[in-house]
């Protein structure tokens, strides 16, 4: 009988975890993702920076695109406000670059 419960509550722990939304998942770790950068921002060397800014882009470009049709409005400007935030630690990072970039160079 213990066995039993041990195997029900592992399967009832399993489909909990895979009734997760996607959505929701996605808002998450876009969010951490930014927290962690901000953090740790001054840490980065210039390969970790390329790394950083890949998985920036894949959160920003790529994974938005399956889900900007489901996001609300607040969570569309949320995305937006994780992109200038991302925007304003580049800036910071290489202020010369930045400006170079804005000129079209």
Same mark, same amino acid.
């Given at each position: 009988m213990k066995k039993f419960l041990v195997i029900l509550n592992v399967c009832f722990? &399993?489909?909990l975890y895979s009734c997760t939304d996607p959505k929701k998942d996605y808002m998450d770790r876009f969010s951490e993702f930014?927290?962690?950068v901000e953090l740790a921002q001054?840490?980065?060397?210039?390969?970790?920076?390329?790394i950083t800014e890949a998985?920036?882009?894949?959160?920003?470009?790529?994974?938005?695109?399956?889900?900007?049709?489901e996001l609300t409005e607040t969570e569309l400007?949320?995305?937006?406000?994780?992109r200038e935030r991302f925007e304003t630690i580049q800036?910071?990072?290489?202020?010369?670059?930045?400006? &170079?970039?804005?000129l079209g160079f």
């Open positions: 722990i &399993l489909f930014i927290n962690e001054s840490q980065y060397d210039d390969d970790e920076w390329v998985d920036f882009n894949e959160l920003s470009r790529i994974e938005f695109i399956d889900f900007k049709n400007k949320q995305i937006q406000s994780y800036i910071k990072r290489d202020p010369a670059g930045s400006l &170079l970039k804005v």
